[in-house]
Each structure stands twice: as C-alpha cells, then as structure tokens.
C-alpha cells in the first residue's frame, strides 16, 4: 500500500480540454494561458496534439505553441502523437513527453483511431522506441478503461492484455481513462487492483471525466487504492461541445480541493489555478463545470 | 457497522431547492412537479417551509401546496418549521412530518435564526413536544455542522452538545448539514465517527451541498462509515442565485448514480428522477448543476 501524501498531476486542459471545446483559442491566448499554468506549481501539462489538424484542427498550431511558451524548470511539457509522422513533429517541436493513445475496447479504438487494437499496438510500439532513442520519456493513455460508449462493459481480460502490450513496450506512464465518466468507486477499485498487479502504482494515472458527477469520489478511491497520479483540466475543460453544462475532464481546482483537504502535497497553488481557470471561462465565454471556480467567482466577483 | 443495502433518500428540492433560486415557481408548477416526484419511488419529500413568508416568499403558497397535492402512500410529505407559531400552520396543512432547524455554529444560528444556540434551542425542544404530541415524527437540521461561513472552522465540543440537547428532545432524526460545502471525506468520516457515540446511524442523515464537487465523495465515505439516509434535490436545485454555475444541494440524480453503482437499493427510478430534473430546469430557464441531467440531456436531446 502505497502511504506517501505526495501527489502529482498532469495538467491536460491545453489538450485534451481544448480540443473539445467548440470555441478555439487563439495561439497568443494559448501561449499567455500556459505561460501562467507553468507558474501555478503544476509539474506537468499536455500542452497539445500532434495529431492531424484535419481531427483536430482547434490544435493545429500545435508546432507554434510549443516553440513560444516560456518553459519553466521542473515542467514537463508533454503532446499527444499518434504515429510516427506525428512523432516527428513533436520531436521536431521539441516536446519533453510523448503520449500515445489507445482504447480498451475494439469498437471505441476503431472509431477513435480507425484501427483494431491488433493494429494500433505495433504503430504505437514503433513510436515508444523511437520516441525512447530520443531520450523523450512516454505516456500511455488507454481510454475506455471502465466503460465503452459502444460495448458498455469493458472486457477485463482484452483490457488486461492491452495493460500487458503497452507496458511491455516500455512506456514510463500508464494513464486509465474514464472516457465517458462512468466508473462509481467499486469498478475503479477493482480494475486499479487488477491493473496494479502488471503496473507500479508509481507508473499508474487516472484520467477520469466527471460527467456523471463521479470523478472526485473515483479519486478519492484511487488515493485510497494506492494511486497518486491523476489527469484533470483547469476549469474542468472538455465537455461536449453540444451540452452547455455537460462536465469534461475533472476540474484541476476540484480535484486540489480534495488533495489539500486530505492532506495531500501537490505544490499547486489553488489559487493560481482559480486565475487560470478564469481567464480561459472568459476566453470560451461560457460558465465551466469546475464548482470550485464558479463558488469562488460567486463569493469574490472576481479572482 | 451498517452492513445494510438500503439506502433512504430525502428529496428537499422543492423546499431547500426552490427557497435558493431567484426564479419562482407559481403554484400549479409546484403542485405538478411534487405529484410528479411521488410516483418516482421517493419514499419523502420535503415539500415547502412555514417559515414566515417575508423571510421566504417563493414558498409562501406552503399551505395550498400541502393542501392540493396528491399523496402516495408510502411517501413522508415533510415541511420545515421555526417555531409553535410555524408548526400550528404546518399541523392545519396535515404534514406527515415537522423538520426543525438550527446551527452548530453560533455566528451561522444568529445569522439564520435571529437567536443565540441557547435560546433556540428551548424553542425547538417546545415545537418538537408538540409535534409529537399530534403523533407527528420530528426532524432535526443542524447546519455548518463541517465548517462555517463566518466562523471557519467547526467547533467538535459545541456541536456534539447540540446534537445531544437535539436528541434529548426526542426528534426521530438528526441530518447533519454541510451547509457551505467545504467538507472533504476525512472530516465528514470524522465527525460521523464522533455523532455515531450519541445518535445511532438510522436515525442519522447527512445533507451535503455540492458547492466545492465533495458531495458525492462525502456520501460514499458517508456509506462507508455506514450512514444510510442523504438529503438531496433534483437537480442539484438550490445553488446560489447570484452565481450561474453555483452548485446548490447534491442532485438526487447524481446520489442515485453513484448508489445504484455501488450496489445499494433505493426503490427510485433514475429514469423518473430525470424527467423531474429536466421539468423545472424548463421552468427556471437555466442549466441546473446535476451532472446526470446535462449528460443526459446532452445525449438525448431530450428525457
């Protein structure tokens, strides 16, 4: 059992929040943002995607964004790649972390990737190595980890193979998604307690979406599970673009509510975070699911 | 410790819900959305407030709502009371139940309730005989019970006094209020531990408002620490009126998610909960903060 009370997140709002987002962000906003997300204490952000800007085209001055942010010393500046030739750009781009993606389930991974899970595995093998011989640590993200939009059930056996195969190609990082939020904590605890036994807790994340409301009670359940990485979003960015109130990733000022409150160490000044979240929620120009935002912006008028 | 399945919900949405937002619903809304609640397997319903209607205007139809409903057998119609002068209105409409009301915090009790803790309480101690006396069961509030807006902190020695002149009173059950919504699962594990030594579990409610995202961690640390019975509204009504995405009461939509998850029984239909939950979002023209409503709304279109 895991009893250190430090925990570390990964700060994905620039990626993984934005890209969701039906309003885009220009790259000077971008850059002012991550600028000040760098000095709030965080030690990692995903900062964008290398994938093709034809997907994901609210992205696609990823190259741009990388080159004028002002990196900070002790802040891993990380980006989504999905291939090799996405790889190059990072590299070339000069990211510090590379993330790859998968799903647990076939018809998620096919929808999302357009690939079965047999045929992902060998292209994100290849991008580990590569991504290895230049020195770039890399990031596993497997969504679908505790329910699929289309199969419902994740197959624990398929998820625990897919587990197996990503570990075995050496990624410093596994990330479990909970893509469409619907883990409750008794699924969370035994799929980490599966999952523990083929990766360190100390390799292990979670990426949980709050749209049914379970993401902080998941998290509670996975600090007491051992876990101490987590995935959020400032503002808890990411939420469907069609669904005015519908939540996305967890908010990071939530997710610092609960850690601090637990005692936990993070280094992240909450505060800090409130301005970012702030400033991007009058960038996007709609109320964000964070509730600790949007109670601190009803209490003081402004942060 | 509770081993029991059987968790007991008490929806406060048209009275905790409807007494916070700037909309007001009129009458025959009311009457159509409480009839409503009471075929969805609720088991009780606090329906309105005797408070004195300067106080509370939006539920000043307390008593034609009470009169002109349709009851369900099995389903507790509950009103909150101040005092005699609130309980002999409250007795005139037929409630099934009186809930009394009063803080743990000094500041809070005076703020709220124009009084101090110690002349309140001999107030409460004459509603609660009464109401007994005319066979009625009797429910104590106790707000700021894990943190205070004017005070801080909670002070333990005070508020287990107050819970035992509450209990020597002879109310049937005590719901401990996170009013301000500030608490994390360790405290709320905390102080469930110290009120268990002088109230039993079943006779024990949290009611926890969903203003930082603690909610539903605290009601699953709540179930661990074996309380069984959790305030909430549909919704998440009850929010600041001032503060678009303030989130008020945990939503009754979003406890039975977590419940149903976590393999407790409730006898309420989520389904049914929704329709609830999407009417009076109609009617107050805005998005609630329930987490399930947005999502499934978002996929829907529609309940």
């Known amino acids: 059992m895991n009893s250190s009370k430090k925990v570390s997140i990964r700060e994905v709002g620039p990626r993984d929040g934005l890209q969701n987002e039906s309003t885009w962000i220009d790259t000077e906003q971008k850059i002012e943002w991550i600028n000040h997300l760098s000095r ?5 952000i995903e900062v964008s995607s290398f994938v093709h800007p034809k997907w994901i085209p609210a992205l696609a001055d990823a190259e741009e964004v990388l080159a004028r942010i002002d990196r900070v010393d002790g802040v891993t500046y990380a980006a989504l790649v999905p291939n090799e030739k996405g790889l190059e750009r990072a590299l070339r781009a000069g990211v510090d972390e590379v993330a790859i993606f998968m799903s647990a389930t076939e018809t998620h991974n096919r929808k999302n ?3 079965s899970i047999a045929d992902t595995l060998p292209v994100l093998k290849n991008v580990t190595r590569i991504a290895k011989q230049e020195g770039k640590s890399v990031r596993g993200y497997l969504s679908t980890v505790f329910g699929c939009p289309y199969e419902g059930t994740t197959e624990q056996t398929k998820l625990l193979q897919t587990v197996e195969a990503l ?15 619907v883990a409750t904590p008794n699924l969370v605890e ?6 523990t036994k083929l990766v360190p807790t100390e390799k292990m994340a979670l990426h949980l979406h709050d749209t049914k409301g379970m993401a902080i009670a998941n998290i509670a359940c996975g600090l007491r599970t051992g876990v101490r990485k ?8 990411g939420g469907c673009p069609y669904a005015p109130g519908a939540a996305g990733n967890v908010a990071t000022e939530d997710l610092l509510y609960l850690l601090h409150g637990l005692g936990y160490e993070t280094d992240v000044s ?3 975070i409130m301005k ?4 991007i929620q009058e960038k996007l120009d709609k109320p964000l699911p964070s509730h600790n935002l949007q109670s601190f912006l009803a209490k003081e008028g402004s942060v």
Chains 1, 2 share one sequence.
Do not use: C, H, Q, W
């Open 40 to 44: 709030t204490g965080l030690p990692y």
């Open 167 to 181: 570990m075995t190609m050496g990624i410093d990082e596994l990330s479990l998604g909970d893509t469409i939020g």
């Open 270 to 272: 909450l505060n800090e």
């Open 190 to 195: 035994a799929v980490v307690r599966e999952v």
């Open 276 to 279: 970012a979240a702030a400033y």
């Open 113 to 115: 990737i357009n690939k």
């Open 230 to 237: 987590f995935d959020s979003s400032v503002g808890g960015l």
